[in-house]
């Protein structure tokens, strides 16, 4: 895929999709904290473990926003939540994947993620609005 004529990785256009409409930001953001790690997150990250396989892209979008909510980590649960909204995933589906934390992270972290997950959608719907 080429942005702005240059040619992207494969990781790179994995990552754009899956952190939806400011992946670019993202990306410059830890470019300038860390350029290896950037090219980390884009080679290794979505250009390896993120490789087409048996599961679906959803399906490993799902995963990594459920281990996310589990792990408590708000901010980047925010990014892959608004680019699996953008992406078209179901808010329903979503939200059933991460009221399961209840059961296997517990109460808070569930809730945590549920409450990231309504910002999501609410600022989603706002935008579709515009």
């Not at 399906?59 to 281990?67: D, R």
């Not at 972290?109 to 959608?121: F, Q």
Request: a neutral charge; charged letters at 20%.
């Amino acid at each position: 895929m080429a942005v702005n004529g240059i040619v992207e990785s494969e990781g790179a256009a994995r990552r754009r999709r899956a952190q939806g409409a400011k992946a670019d930001a993202l990306q410059d953001a830890l470019t300038s904290m860390d350029p290896q790690v950037a090219e980390w997150a884009n080679e290794f990250v979505f250009g390896q473990v993120w490789k087409p396989g048996p599961l679906s892209f959803e399906e490993q979008l799902l995963v990594a926003i459920v281990a996310l909510g589990a792990t408590n980590n708000a901010g980047q649960l925010k990014n892959y939540v608004h680019g699996a909204l953008q992406s078209g995933m179901d808010k329903e589906k979503i939200g059933q994947a991460l009221r399961m934390l209840t059961v296997y992270a517990g109460f808070p972290y569930a809730i945590n993620a549920l409450t990231v997950l309504t910002e999501c959608v609410s600022a989603h719907e706002r935008n579709a609005m515009r």
